[in-house]
């Protein structure tokens, strides 16, 4: 008798053993990355030590500039697929944003300034200089836009790029000239 009960516990701790198996594999999410391949592009020089190059304005705050991409599954363009984007860097605002002038036209139908009003209250509001999301049209494009500012001209930004909820795809590092 304890020979029969020994094989029914092993039989029953197999069977428990394949039960919870199998509800791990059936209750996990698939990857739906997998067979996924994104192949960036930044539209910008790149130098001989893989550093792409992004000339700043001199003459405005900013310099916008778009990069792209393009998302495929299996050989196929992936539409919908979301790509979060990070920046090393960022910038603050002072109290000031910027301003708007009422205009308006006088008797003598003059076009003239009658008041300022500053838009203030934006003391160290933080601006990031990246897009944070996007996602692939039925192309498998994909595009973000950087907008680094003056004050930046000389270092190096590095953006990252990743799937949604993913680990980071890759990074590139861009240097502000």
């Not at 792209?68 to 090393?88: C, K, L, Y």
Request: aromatic fraction near 12%.
């Amino acid at each position: 008798m304890p020979q029969s009960r020994s094989k029914l516990n092993v039989v029953v701790n197999d069977i428990w053993y394949v039960l919870v198996v199998f509800i791990m594999v059936a209750c996990s999410e698939p990857d739906t990355n997998q067979g996924m391949h994104f192949e960036l592009d930044p539209r910008l020089t790149v130098d001989s030590n893989g550093y792409y190059h992004l000339e700043l304005l001199r003459e405005t705050w900013q310099t916008t500039h778009r990069i792209s991409g393009h998302i495929s599954f299996e050989g196929e363009p992936s539409e919908n697929v979301r790509v979060e984007w990070t920046s090393s860097h960022y910038w603050r605002l002072n109290d000031t944003l910027g301003y708007y002038i009422d205009f308006a036209y006088t008797d003598q139908l003059e076009y003239v300034a009658l008041d300022t009003t500053y838009i203030t209250g934006f003391s160290d509001f933080v601006v990031p200089t990246i897009n944070c999301c996007s996602y692939s049209n039925a192309d498998g494009e994909v595009n973000t836009m950087i907008a680094p500012v003056r004050s930046m001209i000389g270092d190096t930004m590095t953006v990252g790029f990743q799937f949604s909820d993913e680990d980071l795809i890759g990074e590139i590092l861009i240097v502000l000239d």
